[in-house]
T-cell receptor, first 113, second 111 residues
Framework: KAGVTQTPRYLIKTRGQQVTLSCSPI?????VSWYQQTPGQGLQFLFE???????NKGNFPGRFSGRQFSNSRSEMNVSTLELGDSALYLC????????????FGDGTRLSIL | GESVGLHLPTLSVQEGDNSIINCAYS??????FIWYKQESGKGPQFIID?????DKRQGQRVTVLLNKTVKHLSLQIAATQPGDSAVYFC??????????FGQGTRLTINP
């Protein structure tokens, strides 16, 4: 069974631009979560989607948004990019909600110049 | 909210020895715990999980121990191999699907 697929793997943007990252969950998985990983802050939860609805949100500004489609695929968008947004963005999927292991993709490495 | 800490940022062991990686959490109501392994250039890989109604769970060469009294979690890796070199994270579920991660322990295997 294919794992979680994230595209693109690498992205370079400049300050003020916006970016959209894509995530395809494991087939049959209905929950998709997004995390930001940086050397200083570690892995931090951004938001989670289930059945096209955002169920949970972390402490990130409104510039960070996401959505989930009817086939469970998800996208996240970051607007007005700042240097501090440089990070590895990870997507994870799980079968359902609650007490379910989340399986991660290999992430999108976003660099802001 | 939940906070998760690891006791050691780095751990170095001899090949063939057993490794123990520790983790502490803050919320006594936490119910679900996961260990992940992250290799360079890759996303975290699920190793093993445990629910609060258990105090021990075993997988292939790995054992997770949960001590709810002191809010402590550990991962034991038996007969450590070079392929075990990675950063190991413990994570605690805080609310549906929100994982709170520790800072990670980098495990280095010496030949």
């Amino acid at each position: 069974k294919a794992g979680v697929t994230q595209t693109p793997r690498y992205l370079i943007k400049t300050r003020g631009q916006q970016v959209t990252l894509s995530c395809s969950p494991i087939s049959g998985h209905r929950s998709v979560s997004w995390y930001q990983q940086t050397p200083g802050q570690g892995l931090q939860f951004l938001f989670e989607y289930f059945s096209e609805t955002q169920r949970n949100k972390g402490n990130f500004p409104g510039r960070f948004s996401g959505r989930q489609f009817s086939n469970s695929r998800s996208e996240m968008n970051v607007s007005t990019l700042e240097l501090g947004d440089s990070a590895l963005y990870l997507c994870a999927s799980s079968l359902n909600l609650g007490n379910q292991p989340q399986h991660f993709g290999d992430g999108t490495r976003l660099s802001i110049l | 909210g939940e906070s998760v800490g690891l006791h050691l940022p780095t751990l170095s062991v001899q090949e063939g020895d057993n490794s123990i990686i520790n983790c502490a959490y803050s919320n006594s109501a936490s119910d679900y715990f996961i260990w992940y392994k992250q290799e360079s250039g890759k996303g975290p890989q699920f190793i093993i999980d445990i629910r609060s109604n258990m105090d021990k769970r075993q997988g292939q060469r790995v054992t997770v121990l949960l001590n709810k009294t002191v809010k402590h979690l550990s991962l034991q890796i038996a007969a450590t191999q070079p392929g075990d070199s990675a950063v190991y994270f413990c994570a605690v579920e805080e609310g549906a699907q929100k994982l709170v991660f520790g800072q990670g322990t980098r495990l280095t295997i010496n030949p």
